[in-house]
């Protein structure tokens, strides 16, 4: 019996990970790289075992990175089953379909770049087709109820409260006589966030695979008068800049978390009747989604849903229909955007961070967490001057952060979810984190509560029936897959910051000769 790790390991995406016994293989998630532009790479890179051999595949949700490549697993001979909870089925209906037009999108305008530049043309990671496929594999499951997808394997999802149909994932295996227990925890949402339920808890496993996004750090303590307050704060201070309020914003939960918030705010008369646009189709479709399980509404949310007539209906929200309804935005004054993607690495997004990012009057409200290399990120420490769509775009908009909307739990958040734990017999694998935040996680938890902690590495592979387990992988520390990277650096974004600061260069200095001397010595070294 092994496991190994082909993602979210040395970084934050494309969690995946393969177990294989005598009479089975199936993986936990199939997630896409996301990030930097050298991170994104993998998701062009040959699976590190063969798809057609894989039995099944269990999700714990429906983020992107945790099952934006199973069309490609699809493509390339995988026919078996993929287990997910209801919400998370439907959630992929919109999810997959949307991810691969993204492909053949970016794919159709890099080989017009290509043809341009006398390139060989490049192929989607998969197109619409595949999604569809994939599609037809899904079978949902009850929360709570175990199941065999193949005799030897009894599986039970639980609440990850991460988002709607997150969940946690404890397995049973069966192998040579001898039993083990593996505990997935996917994404752990903290307790108290908007909308949903407070995640489960287990109390013993033999091995956990768990997260490790905020493993190394806490946030600022926030219960939901502090974060209403805040996301108040920066409405109003804003407003009186008279300018127009950017978010960033996931389509899946995090557009959904904030439109609940600032519902409760209009009701509370703390912030005024701004327009909030959503422009997003796909945040659109899952709205709809959100709609359809109010069993899986916390409180709070189940209250405002009666109230209003439904979750998010309100009159100063709408959202838009076209293309040309997200174009005509920008002639719109004192609006709210919500746009994905999150990150600011796609998407709607970063038409309006173009056309709004440098000017003062406006607004640019991250809150959500920015992955290494991403433009969010960028912006977020601080840039003043960036690249989007090849131009240079000076930051002269307000740049602001909350970070009570994460749908991770912290350092605390995820001791906390581990306190009822009694024992893990043999191993914690920590995963899901860039490396210092995993490394960090797993020296506390070998320290503090007493665990066999490590934080694998992409590709390596561990036994899982030894008596008395080694820390170590049975393979070393060097990907099994040519070529596949993590978050140790990022050629693209150097590139990037090269062109800004020789534009930066040109600018400041008119001396021809002092110019042409050091863009010869540039030239000489490459």
Same mark, same amino acid.
């Given at each position: 019996?092994?496991?190994?790790? $082909?993602?979210?390991?040395?970084?934050?995406?494309?969690?995946?990970?393969?177990?294989?016994?005598?009479?089975?293989?199936?993986?936990? +998630?199939?997630?896409?790289?996301?990030?930097?532009?050298?991170?994104?790479?993998?998701?062009?890179?040959?699976?590190?075992?063969?798809?057609?051999?894989?039995?099944?595949?269990?999700?714990?949700?429906?983020?992107?990175? $945790?099952?934006?490549?199973?069309?490609?697993?699809?493509?390339?001979?995988?026919?078996?089953?993929?287990?997910?909870?209801?919400?998370?089925?439907?959630?992929?209906?919109?999810?997959?379909?949307?991810?691969?037009?993204?492909?053949?999108?970016?794919?159709?305008?890099?080989?017009?770049?290509?043809?341009?530049?006398?390139?060989?043309?490049?192929?989607?990671?998969?197109?619409?087709?595949?999604?569809?496929?994939?599609?037809?594999?899904?079978?949902?499951?009850?929360?709570?109820?175990?199941?065999?997808?193949?005799?030897?394997?009894?599986?039970?999802?639980?609440?990850?409260?991460?988002?709607?149909?997150?969940?946690?994932?404890?397995?049973?295996?069966?192998?040579?006589?001898?039993?083990?227990?593996?505990?997935?925890?996917? +994404?752990?949402? *903290?307790?108290?966030?908007?909308?949903?339920?407070?995640?489960?808890?287990?109390?013993?496993?033999?091995? &956990?695979?768990?997260?490790?996004?905020?493993?190394?750090?806490?946030?600022?303590? $926030?219960?939901?008068?502090?974060?209403?307050?805040?996301?108040?704060?920066?409405?109003?201070?804003?407003?009186?800049?008279?300018?127009?309020?950017?978010?960033?914003?996931?389509?899946?939960?995090?557009?959904?978390?904030?439109?609940?918030?600032?519902?409760?705010?209009?009701?509370?008369?703390?912030?005024?009747?701004?327009?909030?646009?959503?422009?997003?189709?796909?945040?659109?479709?899952?709205?709809?989604?959100?709609?359809?399980?109010?069993?899986?509404?916390?409180? +709070?949310?189940?209250?405002?849903?009666?109230?209003?007539?439904? &979750?998010?209906?309100?009159?100063?929200?709408?959202?838009?229909?076209?293309?040309?309804?997200?174009?005509?935005?920008?002639?719109?004054?004192?609006?709210?955007?919500?746009?994905?993607?999150?990150?600011?690495?796609?998407?709607?997004?970063? $038409?309006?961070?173009?056309?709004?990012?440098?000017?003062?009057?406006?607004?640019?409200?991250?809150?959500?967490?920015?992955?290494?290399?991403?433009?969010?990120?960028?912006?977020?420490?601080?840039?003043?001057?960036?690249?989007?769509?090849?131009?240079?775009?000076?930051?002269?908009?307000?740049?602001?952060?909350?970070?009570?909307?994460?749908?991770?739990?912290?350092?605390?958040? &995820?001791?906390?979810?581990?306190?009822?734990?009694?024992?893990?017999?043999?191993?914690?694998?920590?995963?899901?984190? *860039?490396?210092?935040?995993?490394?960090?996680?797993?020296?506390?938890?070998?320290?503090?509560?007493?665990?066999?902690?490590?934080?694998?590495?992409?590709?390596?592979?561990?036994?899982?029936?030894?008596?008395?387990?080694?820390?170590?992988?049975?393979?070393?520390?060097?990907?099994?897959?040519?070529?596949?990277?993590?978050?140790?650096?990022?050629?693209?974004?150097?590139?990037?910051?090269?062109?800004?600061? &020789?534009?930066?260069?040109?600018?400041?200095?008119? +001396?021809?000769?002092?110019?042409?001397?050091?863009?010869?010595?540039?030239?000489?070294?490459?």
């Amino acid at each position: 019996m092994k496991i190994s790790f $082909h993602g979210a390991a040395g970084c934050v995406t494309g969690s995946n990970y393969l177990i294989e016994t005598d009479n089975m293989r199936f993986v936990v +998630d199939c997630g896409m790289f996301q990030g930097s532009k050298t991170l994104k790479e993998n998701n062009y890179r040959k699976f590190a075992y063969d798809p057609a051999t894989v039995d099944f595949a269990l999700i714990t949700h429906a983020h992107i990175d $945790h099952t934006g490549l199973l069309p490609k697993l699809v493509k390339h001979g995988f026919k078996g089953a993929i287990y997910a909870t209801e919400p998370t089925v439907d959630l992929l209906k919109c999810l997959l379909p949307d991810s691969a037009h993204i492909q053949e999108i970016e794919v159709m305008q890099k080989n017009k770049r290509a043809e341009r530049k006398g390139l060989e043309p490049v192929d989607p990671i998969y197109d619409t087709q595949d999604a569809e496929n994939a599609i037809a594999l899904l079978k949902s499951v009850e929360r709570h109820k175990t199941f065999e997808p193949k005799a030897g394997c009894r599986v039970t999802f639980f609440n990850a409260g991460h988002v709607l149909g997150s969940s946690f994932i404890e397995i049973e295996l069966k192998d040579k006589g001898q039993t083990r227990k593996i505990v997935f925890s996917g +994404d752990l949402g *903290e307790d108290n966030k908007p909308i949903l339920n407070d995640p489960d808890r287990f109390t013993e496993t033999d091995f &956990l695979v768990v997260e490790s996004t905020y493993g190394n750090r806490n946030r600022a303590p $926030h219960n939901k008068e502090q974060r209403l307050g805040e996301l108040a704060e920066v409405f109003n201070r804003a407003e009186k800049r008279g300018g127009k309020i950017i978010i960033p914003a996931f389509a899946l939960e995090r557009t959904q978390d904030l439109l609940h918030d600032i519902m409760i705010l209009k009701e509370q008369k703390k912030i005024s009747g701004i327009k909030v646009v959503v422009d997003s189709p796909l945040a659109t479709e899952i709205t709809k989604v959100f709609i359809k399980y109010p069993e899986c509404y916390d409180q +709070d949310a189940t209250e405002i849903a009666k109230k209003m007539g439904g &979750l998010f209906d309100h009159s100063d929200i709408r959202f838009t229909k076209s293309v040309d309804e997200s174009k005509a935005l920008n002639d719109e004054k004192k609006i709210v955007i919500l746009s994905a993607s999150g990150m600011c690495d796609a998407g709607r997004i970063k $038409h309006h961070l173009k056309h709004n990012l440098w000017n003062p009057a406006n607004t640019v409200l991250f809150v959500g967490y920015q992955a290494e290399g991403t433009l969010g990120r960028l912006l977020t420490e601080g840039a003043k001057t960036v690249r989007i769509h090849g131009e240079e775009i000076n930051v002269g908009a307000q740049i602001e952060q909350i970070t009570g909307y994460s749908g991770h739990a912290d350092q605390n958040g &995820l001791l906390n979810w581990l306190s009822l734990v009694k024992e893990v017999r043999q191993q914690v694998f920590v995963v899901h984190g *860039e490396p210092e935040s995993a490394d960090a996680f797993a020296v506390l938890l070998n320290e503090k509560l007493g665990f066999r902690a490590v934080a694998p590495r992409m590709d390596e592979v561990f036994e899982l029936l030894a008596d008395l387990p080694v820390l170590a992988p049975i393979k070393p520390r060097q990907p099994a897959v040519a070529g596949a990277v993590t978050t140790a650096g990022d050629s693209h974004n150097q590139y990037a910051e090269l062109m800004l600061k &020789l534009a930066e260069f040109m600018r400041s200095n008119k +001396d021809e000769k002092v110019r042409s001397e050091k863009l010869s010595k540039l030239l000489a070294e490459v």
